[in-house]
T-cell receptor, first 110, second 113 residues
Framework: EDQVTQSPEALRLQEGESSSLNCSYT??????LFWYRQDPGKGPEFLFTLYSAGEEKEKERLKATLTKKESFLHITAPKPEDSATYLCAVTPGGYNKLIFGAGTRLAVHP | GAGVSQTPSNKVTEKGKYVELRCDPISGHTALYWYRQSLGQGPEFLIY????????DSGLPNDRFFAVRPEGSVSTLKIQRTERGDSAVYLC???????????FGPGTRLTVL
């Protein structure tokens, strides 16, 4: 069964304290792995797509990496405005739907 | 440019009633998706349209749920005989084709009393 597990469920950081969020997946033929950011009361906002093991993508303070079993979202020197829920999702081979994890709630305090 | 829009933003209904939720995708996007998100959970896939046809409806929980996209643009999710367990945020997303990243709307919060 296709499945996505994210850890930790919640993370509290001080401003400037770098950390990583984990996304472990089991999927039949990975077509793509996606990271989204979701603010309270809003829809998910697209961040990155990764397609193959070894691939990395960066955007401002965020960097996403992919292996054959998991993906990491590295946050370097976070700011309070990075506080949000970060969602990981996969698309199985032969499908277009996204299968999401439950997310990691990140709180960055000044 | 304009993103995905959804109406209404909030809908409160009584158990047993019929509701319709509307989604306007990004102009030119041929693929449209509906998801449902419960509190503290990630979105759960319901149905995927490519053009006017439902290419994958495997996520619809039962026959009370139905969706249409008659002209390949706007889509309507229809829920008959609503139950309290249907309460959730219903999200719509669109993508340029079925293989591209999906862009989400703000969602419709449905509350069934």
């Amino acid at each position: 069964e296709d499945q996505v597990t994210q850890s930790p469920e919640a993370l509290r950081l001080q401003e400037g304290e770098s950390s990583s969020l984990n996304c472990s997946y089991t999927v039949s033929g990975l077509r793509g792995l996606f990271w989204y950011r979701q603010d309270p009361g809003k829809g998910p906002e697209f961040l990155f797509t990764l397609y193959s093991a070894g691939e990395e993508k960066e955007k401002e303070r965020l960097k996403a990496t992919l292996t054959k079993k998991e993906s990491f979202l590295h946050i370097t020197a976070p700011k309070p405005e990075d506080s949000a829920t970060y969602l990981c999702a996969v698309t199985p081979g032969g499908y277009n739907k996204l299968i999401f994890g439950a997310g990691t709630r990140l709180a960055v305090h000044p | 440019g304009a993103g995905v829009s959804q109406t209404p933003s909030n809908k409160v209904t009584e158990k047993g009633k019929y509701v319709e939720l509307r989604c306007d995708p990004i102009s030119g996007h041929t693929a449209l998706y509906w998801y449902r998100q419960s509190l503290g959970q990630g979105p759960e896939f319901l149905i995927y349209f490519q053009g006017t046809g439902a290419a994958d409806d495997s996520g619809l929980p039962n026959d009370r749920f139905f969706a249409v996209r008659p002209e390949g643009s706007v889509s309507t999710l229809k829920i008959q005989r609503t139950e309290r367990g249907d309460s959730a945020v219903y999200l719509c997303a669109s993508s340029l084709t079925g293989a591209n990243e999906q862009f989400f709307g703000p969602g419709t919060r449905l509350t069934v009393l």
